[in-house]
């Protein structure tokens, strides 16, 4: 990954085509020099001016600790607008890298209560889905994205947090066909009205409401 921040025109480009369906989010670098914090920051607000309503971290790849490496980021997107949601890509344990946990993430949403957070790839796995729904079932500012996790994950995530704080993902182009990411949702025991706020009204609402 490159210092700084990523070009986004590329995002900028494919929300034009239909600027109603989509919604801009900023993959953003919270681990700068403090020298180019000030010039990186501004990169960040350009583009919320440009429409961006929302925050990406990736956990892993730039290896952050949440909430200290996050802390100005938060506050930052706070000052800006209440309402913008910051999405983290959960990222486990692994030899490179301590991970962040349950814990880490109840920690941030109990010093942010208005902040709304979307943990990405939330039931990557049935142990990671169970921790998860059992440790954050309280903070109703929390919620919970589908995309590369098992269905039944997914299933357990609705059963202990319920249906209107879980929210459709892809990862794509990344990772797996769309069609199978839709299909995990198709195939739960879930009403089609549950389904269609899994979908896209919940995520709708967190954004415009």
Wanted: glycine letters at 6%.
């Amino acid at each position: 990954m490159p210092e700084g921040q990523l070009d986004h025109q590329d995002v900028i480009n494919v929300s034009n085509k239909d600027p109603e369906r989509f919604y801009k989010f900023f993959w953003f670098n919270p681990k700068i020099k403090p020298e180019d914090e000030d010039s990186n920051y501004k990169v960040l607000e350009n583009h919320f001016d440009l429409g961006f309503c929302g925050v990406k971290i990736h956990s892993g790849i730039h290896l952050i600790k949440i909430p200290r490496d996050i802390i100005k980021l938060v506050t930052f997107m706070q000052d800006y607008n209440k309402k913008f949601p910051l999405f983290i890509h959960f990222t486990p344990k692994f030899s490179a890298f301590g991970g962040i946990s349950s814990k880490d993430i109840a920690k941030l949403a109990k010093n942010f209560p208005n902040l709304r957070i979307i943990i990405g790839h939330a039931a990557l796995a049935m142990e990671f889905a169970i921790d998860l729904g059992l440790s954050l079932k309280q903070y109703k500012n929390v919620f919970f994205e589908t995309s590369c996790s098992i269905p039944y994950g997914i299933l357990s995530l609705i059963k202990m947090v319920g249906h209107k704080r879980v929210l459709f993902g892809t990862d794509a182009p990344v990772t797996n066909p769309i069609k199978l990411e839709i299909d995990k949702i198709l195939c739960l025991p879930i009403s089609d009205d549950q389904k269609q706020d899994v979908f896209f009204n919940n995520i709708d609402g967190i954004i415009r409401n």
